[in-house]
C-alpha cells in the first residue's frame, strides 16, 4: 500500500480545499467532520477571517459543526498557499464562469493550479471538482502541475471529481451524495476513491479516466437543461392554445415509469444548469461539431425572462394599465426555493426586462435583502405587507419560497402573475394568471 492511501485510511493526511464557496467550505467542513486536519485556502480575505472565527456564510453548512471544528483545530483557513507544502491532499473548488462571449473562463482554475505548483511534493493527491468542458484535467491542470518537476501518475496523483451540490436540497448534502471520481492512472483513481471515502457516507462511483467524469457532470445538467427547455417550450404552445400545462406535467406523472416530471418557469439560474452546457457546446466547435439539441433548448430558456416580461406587459393591457410606468412587485430573487443563492438567477433578468420597459419595479424576498448585479446594489422591502401587495399593479412570484404566504398575497394583489405554480392551491383564482 502506497503511503498516501495509509495516511488516508488511519486519518493522519492533511487535506486542502481551494475555494471556500458553495462547493469548497461543504467540502471542507466534511473532512475536518471526519477527523482530518483540514486548510482551507482563499484568494478572499473576508471569507478565510469568517472561517477562522467559526462563523458561517453557507446554507448548507450547520452553524455548530463549523464553529466547533474550528475550536478543535481540525479546519483552519489561509490565504497562503505556502500552506500546501503541509497538505497531502488537495481538491480545487474555485468558479467556473462564462465570459462576455459565453466562452468556458478557466482562469480560477488555472491561478489556482499555479499557485499550488511552488508547493507540491512527492505522493500528494490533486483533484478538480470544479465543473468543466471534457480534457481540462488532462490537457490544462496537468502540464500546469508538472511544472513543479513531478510527473504525473509517477510522483503525484491527479484526478477530476464533479461537484454535485444541490443548494438547499434537504435530503442530500455533500456527507452522503454518490461521489463520481475519475484519475489519470488507475491509481490516480485509487488513491483519490479512497479519500473521498474517508470522507464521505456514500458509494464511490470509478470510471476510466478524467475526461468521462468532466462528461458525466456535463450530461448531468445538459440533461435538465434540455428537459427544462421542452417543458418551457410546451409551456408557451399550451398558454397559446389555453391549456394549463401545470395539470398537463400532474397528468403525465402519474405514469409509474418512462416519464420524469420538468416544470416550467422564468428561466434558469444556479451555477450549474444555465452554464456548463456552453462548455460543451464550446469544446464541441473543436470537433467541428454543433450540439443543436443542447443549443436549442438554450435558447428557449435563455428567453424566458424576456416571455415573462411581455406576458406580463399583456396582463397589465387588461387593466388597462401601460408597462411604462407600472409599479411590479417581484416575489423572490433566488434562483431556486428556500435558499439565499441568487447567480445566474432568471428572477434579476426578468427585473432588468421590466426596467427596460419603464416599469417601477420592487422586490420582497425573505432569503436575499439585498442583490449585486452589474456593480449596482438592489434592496428588497423588508416585510411582505398589505400595503406593499396592494400598491402593486402587478405581483409575480419568479420563485416559490415555501416561507410566503401566498394566500395572504392572493386576497390583497390586484393581479398576479405566478411563473412558479406557488399558488396552486389558492381556491380564489380570479386574479391568478399561470405561466
Not at 94 to 107: F, W
Not at 262 to 282: E, Q
Not at 376 to 393: F, H, Q, R
Amino acid at each position: 500500500m502506497n503511503s498516501i492511501k495509509k495516511k488516508l485510511i488511519d486519518k493522519t493526511a492533511t487535506l486542502g480545499v481551494v475555494g471556500l464557496g458553495y462547493v469548497g467550505l461543504p467540502l471542507a467542513v466534511e473532512k475536518a467532520k471526519a477527523g482530518f486536519r483540514t486548510i482551507g485556502f482563499d484568494v478572499q480575505e473576508s471569507k478565510v477571517e469568517m472561517v477562522n472565527a467559526g462563523r458561517n456564510y453557507i446554507g448548507d453548512v450547520v452553524n455548530e459543526d463549523l464553529e466547533e471544528i474550528v475550536k478543535s483545530g481540525l479546519l483552519s483557513a489561509t490565504t497562503d498557499f505556502a500552506q500546501v507544502a503541509s497538505a497531502d491532499c488537495v481538491c480545487i473548488a474555485v468558479p467556473t464562469p462564462l465570459d462576455a462571449y459565453q466562452q468556458p473562463d478557466i482562469s480560477y482554475v488555472r491561478a489556482s493550479a499555479e499557485s499550488i505548483v511552488p508547493y507540491m511534493h512527492k505522493d500528494m493527491l490533486i483533484v478538480l471538482e470544479s465543473t468543466t468542458y471534457p480534457g481540462t484535467t488532462e490537457e490544462l491542470l496537468m502540464p500546469i502541475l508538472e511544472k513543479s518537476g513531478l510527473k504525473c501518475g509517477v510522483d503525484f496523483h491527479l484526478a477530476f471529481s464533479p461537484e454535485r451540490v444541490d443548494p438547499g436540497n434537504l435530503i442530500y448534502k455533500t456527507k452522503n451524495t454518490p461521489k463520481v471520481v475519475g484519475g489519470i492512472t488507475p491509481e490516480c483513481t485509487d488513491v483519490a476513491a479512497a479519500m473521498y471515502e474517508a470522507i464521505l457516507e456514500a458509494p464511490i462511483h470509478r470510471v476510466s479516466s478524467p475526461a468521462v467524469a468532466e462528461m458525466e457532470k456535463i450530461l448531468e445538467n445538459t440533461y435538465r437543461n434540455v428537459n427544462i427547455g421542452l417543458v418551457n417550450e410546451l409551456a408557451i404552445l399550451s398558454n397559446k392554445m389555453g391549456i394549463n400545462f401545470w395539470e398537463v406535467v400532474d397528468a403525465a406523472k402519474s405514469k409509474p415509469y418512462g416519464f420524469q416530471a420538468f416544470y416550467p418557469g422564468p428561466g434558469l439560474g444556479g451555477h450549474c444548469i444555465p452554464l456548463d452546457p456552453y462548455y460543451l457546446s464550446w469544446k464541441a466547435r473543436e470537433y467541428g461539431f454543433h450540439t443543436s439539441m443542447i443549443e436549442s433548448s438554450m435558447m428557449v430558456n435563455d428567453r424566458m425572462p424576456e416571455y415573462c416580461a411581455e406576458r406580463s406587459s399583456k396582463i397589465l393591457n387588461r387593466f388597462k394599465k401601460a408597462m411604462n410606468g407600472a409599479r411590479i412587485l417581484i416575489l423572490g430573487v433566488a434562483y431556486k426555493q428556500d435558499i439565499d443563492d441568487y447567480r445566474e438567477s432568471p428572477a434579476i433578468r426578468v427585473i432588468e426586462e421590466l426596467e427596460k420597459e419603464g416599469a417601477e419595479v420592487v422586490y420582497y424576498d425573505p432569503f436575499v435583502s439585498e442583490y449585486r448585479e452589474h456593480g449596482i446594489v438592489k434592496k428588497g422591502e423588508p416585510e411582505l405587507t398589505v400595503e406593499l401587495i396592494e400598491s402593486a399593479d402587478l405581483v409575480i412570484v419568479t420563485t416559490a419560497h415555501t416561507n410566503v404566504d401566498y394566500d395572504f398575497v392572493q386576497k390583497h394583489a390586484k393581479a398576479i402573475f405566478d411563473t412558479k405554480n406557488a399558488l396552486k392551491h389558492a381556491e380564489a383564482r380570479e386574479n391568478i394568471e399561470l405561466l
